[in-house]
T-cell receptor, first 116, second 116 residues
Framework: ETGVTQSPTHLIKTRGQQVTLRCSSQSGHNTVSWYQQALGQGPQFIFQYYREEENGRGNFPPRFSGLQFPNYSSELNVNALELDDSALYLC???????????????FGAGSRLTVL | AQKVTQAQTEISVVEKEDVTLDCVYETRDTTYYLFWYKQPPSGELVFLIRRNSFDEQNEISGRYSWNFQKSTSSFNFTITASQVVDSAVYFCALSEAMAGANNLFFGTGTRLTVIP
């Protein structure tokens, strides 16, 4: 167990719907990142939050958005779901400099989203 | 642009055999970090090791060892005397020091199956 909890573990949505995924940590991690992992692929960076603001984004459209709460928990929201959004969504918590590539990230077990 | 290549998609070995997982990376930055993560069937990514670009010393941790060679842009991972519990997908990842975020670029992973 990594100490990073994600919910729900599995969910099914239809195209055009909206989804909210959640992530929480037992420790006081100060950054949270979200990754998308398509089947058979490596995780891809969606964005990172630090002090409740987005401070880095990968190549994902604005319909992917997030929140970081004062207790360091986080949400990932995806609007207007598309079939290609089907993937495992991983939350990663970090502790340290928010703009450094050196941090070791602690990952949750992910939320598997299926879009029909 | 950053790139991580794991040419071995799947590897099968018999228990107690040694196995090496290859990783080749590309980056224009002079300061960067390389990681290996393990993803068991449960889904979470488990951190194994981090190396920075200025430290080419090989590292050994129990049955695990890592060989970092800047001259060939490689960061290979060897498991000695493999065990069934080593069965998982292994990801090599790259992070640049001035990425502005905890942004890991992952390879596509190598699925290791250890046969009893």
């Amino acid at each position: 167990e990594t100490g990073v909890t994600q919910s729900p573990t599995h969910l099914i949505k239809t195209r055009g719907q909206q989804v909210t995924l959640r992530c929480s940590s037992q420790s006081g991690h100060n950054t949270v990142s979200w990754y998308q992992q398509a089947l058979g692929q490596g995780p891809q960076f969606i964005f990172q939050y630090y002090r409740e603001e987005e401070n880095g984004r990968g190549n994902f459209p604005p319909r992917f958005s997030g929140l970081q709460f004062p207790n360091y928990s986080s949400e990932l929201n995806v609007n207007a779901l598309e079939l290609d959004d089907s993937a495992l969504y991983l939350c990663a918590m970090g502790l340290g400099a928010f703009d450094s590539g050196a941090n070791v990230l602690t990952f949750g077990a992910g939320s598997r989203l299926t879009v029909l | 642009a950053q790139k991580v290549t794991q040419a071995q998609t799947e590897i099968s070995v018999v228990e107690k055999e040694d196995v090496t997982l290859d990783c080749v990376y590309e980056t224009r930055d002079t300061t960067y970090y390389l990681f290996w993560y393990k993803q068991p069937p449960s889904g979470e990514l488990v951190f194994l090791i981090r190396r920075n670009s200025f430290d080419e010393q090989n590292e050994i941790s129990g049955r695990y060892s890592w060989n970092f060679q800047k001259s060939t842009s490689s960061f290979n991972f060897t498991i000695t005397a493999s065990q069934v519990v080593d069965s998982a997908v292994y990801f090599c990842a790259l992070s640049e020091a001035m990425a502005g975020a905890n942004n890991l670029f992952f390879g596509t992973g190598t699925r290791l199956t250890v046969i009893p």
